[in-house]
């Protein structure tokens, strides 16, 4: 776990940039929360701007950062780790944001019960787990050498994916669609399950990699 952190911090490092345009959208996501009175878009705005984002190591490193992070004391599974806790970091950033925003939110007049206000998060992370996850196994699965050629299309694609499906959802829970217990079930469940597909996930980016560099 502590080589898995410091991979991780690696990733961070190099995705400075990317940081500060993440710090962006929790910004506009803070002005939404105010203005707005759509109490969950907010959580899929911070969502999609995590899911973007977590790709940015990807699309940063070359065959030479890539040479040196492979000399440094390490397993393949605490590169991999690593790169996959850089992803969650920025989900539990937006997480806390999204809660935060549910919180400034309070004063208004809701659409949705308030146990869902602040459930709703949860289930936007979870979805954004699957999506994450699947991209990783990807461009793992490609490699450095061909991934640039499909870079845009699998670090993007998905991220537009689940903001038109997740947006459209939103609006049937604000009408009120679903009752609230079978509502808020389905995003724990939704949850759980992401957390459970990211680890399976992990597993399988592993077992490429260790094969692909034992050849």
Do not use: H, W
């Not at 959208?25 to 002005?31: Q, R, T």
């Not at 995590?50 to 940015?56: K, M, V």
């Not at 040479?67 to 599974?77: E, G, K, M, T």
């Not at 793992?140 to 499909?150: F, S």
């Amino acid at each position: 776990m502590k080589d898995a952190l410091k991979f991780m911090k690696i990733d961070y490092t190099m995705s400075k940039s990317q940081n500060k345009i993440f710090l962006l959208f929790i910004v506009v996501a803070f002005i939404l929360a105010i203005n707005s009175n759509n109490p969950l878009f907010v959580s899929v705005y911070l969502t999609f701007g995590a899911l973007i984002l977590s790709t940015a190591p990807f699309s940063l490193e070359n065959y030479y950062n890539m040479a040196f992070v492979n000399l440094l004391p390490s397993s393949v599974r605490s590169r991999i780790t690593g790169r996959f806790m850089f992803a969650s970091l920025y989900l539990l950033v937006s997480l806390v944001c999204a809660e935060v925003s549910c919180f400034l939110m309070m004063g208004k007049e809701l659409t949705v019960e308030i146990r869902t206000l602040f459930f709703f998060p949860l289930f936007m992370i979870g979805i954004a787990l699957i999506f994450i996850t699947i991209q990783y196994v990807l461009l793992y699965a490609i490699g450095i050498g061909k991934k640039q050629q499909y870079m845009r299309l699998i670090c993007m694609l998905p991220g537009f994916i689940m903001f038109g499906v997740s947006g459209g959802l939103s609006e049937e829970i604000e009408g009120k669609i679903f009752s609230p217990s079978f509502l808020n079930y389905a995003i724990v469940l939704t949850f759980t399950f992401g957390i459970v597909f990211m680890l399976i996930g992990r597993e399988l980016t592993i077992k490429i990699v260790s094969r692909r560099d034992s050849i």
